[in-house]
């Protein structure tokens, strides 16, 4: 095995490990949010928290495809030597952290606003967002097409 292979694999490794606690962290606030304060329990007592959230929700995901796009391509634009094949699975695991931090805080907010106002919705929107990042789960064959783009989109 190759060093670029090893350090790729713990890079596969790492990512997978750091998206799956991110979604484990938002399912489990959902399950106590459910269980423990009885967010689905009452009838609903209010709209503006969980509106809010779902605003927040539909501009997570956007920022979701935006921001960590912005955030690597003024590295890319620096030339060849700036996004080496050593540095490119780094900015993917980057990349992959930034987005999916957005969409858990949007998905922890709309659990927030179901614990508050105990809207059945906010909880279904939350659920959207673990989807959204399970979409985004990392996988050896993604990763290394992600690599392979942004090698031949460099200068």
């Known amino acids: 095995m190759s060093q670029q292979s090893a350090s790729l694999d713990e890079v596969v490794r790492t ?23 009885g967010a689905l329990s009452d009838d609903p007592s209010g709209m503006i928290v969980s509106l809010v959230g779902a605003v927040f929700a539909v501009m997570s995901i956007v920022m979701h495809r935006v921001v960590p796009s912005a955030i690597v391509r003024p ?6 030597s700036a996004t080496s094949a050593d540095e490119l699975p780094g900015m993917y695991r980057t990349k992959l952290i930034i987005g999916l931090a957005i969409l858990e805080g949007a998905a922890f907010f709309n659990i927030v606003a179901a614990i508050v106002e105990h809207n059945w919705w906010s909880l279904g929107i939350a659920g959207v967002l673990v989807f959204w990042m399970l ?3 990392p996988t050896r064959t993604r990763i290394e097409h992600w690599i392979e783009t942004q090698q031949l989109l460099s200068p």
């Open 15 to 37: 990512s997978q490990i750091i998206a799956g606690a991110l979604i484990a962290g938002v399912v489990m606030f959902a399950v106590i949010g459910v269980v423990a304060f």
């Open 75 to 80: 590295v890319r634009s620096r030339g060849r």
């Open 135 to 137: 979409t985004a789960f």
